[in-house]
């Protein structure tokens, strides 16, 4: 089918005009930031808290938040890549000037970091306590960075087609600033989560009283602001172990979110005359398909079963993230009764 003169027209001032620039690095994948200037020690930035700057760009603190707990897991991961991703994406630690901030100035059209990475890992955060937008990944690897920003050039041209603009620019990206380029391995990149809807899994184990004489009754009070489901039992001092949750009456112990159980109890010495210190063990855990691959096995469990079983839970436990559990203990202090003396 042969062109109008007006339809070939365009299409010849269309190819003339366009530059024959080479072709763009892909974006970084959504949900991460391109630190602008990589970072030793990646493991002390899980954790801390991410905010968007008022002028573009994101701010990662400078310490982790009080109570913010984080336990660390190394991902292998070898590749080289190159990518790109606009300014206002990016993110530095720390308050201060930033290189950014003073090309955005001098560049009145858009601004990107270009990073050509070897990346070597990536380390993923368990996190607990933690609260607001914060790191959770960081990848880390070798390579270079440079700024570049989009230039006016002649190629920005526009003609009519039946009243439609039609753009044909899109200006040249040119290096501008220092480029940076590492060879130890850093953080260059990290993703966030947002904790907000994150549960707390803290769980309270009281103790009532705390410390008695043999034969007195005592209560464990456990208490929970979410829903979770309960592994109770408790360790002496001689090594003596017993569990307390799940039983025969209650195989899936559970408290609703808010609530509470309490067990009553009578203390006992294990050996008559001399006192002892249990220590009561409580594991929380927020998904019935976690308890329910930890939990005791069904049935009696004698006091070595019971000792084996709470001395290798900790171990099997850190196949499953610690957001999704939390463990808690008390101790009570069994005393031995008052001698009542001689009477004359």
Known sequence: M???????????????CKPDYPPEPPELDPGEHLLMTPRGN??????????AEPNGGYRVSDERPAGCEVTVRRVPER?????????GRAAHVGTGKTPVGELKIDHTKSVRVDAQ?????????????????????????????EFKAQEKTSADVTVKVKGVPVGAGGGKWETVGRALEWNEPQAWSFGVQDMAGTADMRVELVLMPDSLVDGEQFSIRIISARQVYLVVGFVAESGTAGLLLPNGKQPTPSITAGGNVELTLRAKLHTPGVAQRDRF??????????????????????????AKYFEELPQRLQSIPTRRWTKTEGYLLIETPPSTGTPR
Request: aromatic fraction near 8%; charge should be neutral; include cysteine.
């Open 117 to 145: 990475i070897d990346n070597i890992e990536v380390l993923e955060a368990d996190l607990r306590g933690c609260s607001g937008t914060v790191v959770k990944t960081v990848k880390v690897g070798t390579g270079k960075r």
């Open 2 to 16: 042969a062109l109008r003169p007006f339809a070939l027209l365009v299409a010849l001032v269309l190819a003339a």
């Open 79 to 87: 590749w080289q890549r190159t990518y790109q991703q606009d300014a």
């Open 281 to 306: 063990v409580l594991y929380a855990f927020s998904e019935q398909g976690d308890f329910d691959m930890f939990k005791p096995p069904r049935g009696q469990m004698g006091a070595a079963a019971a």
């Open 42 to 51: 990646p493991e002390e930035l899980l954790g801390r808290t991410v905010t």
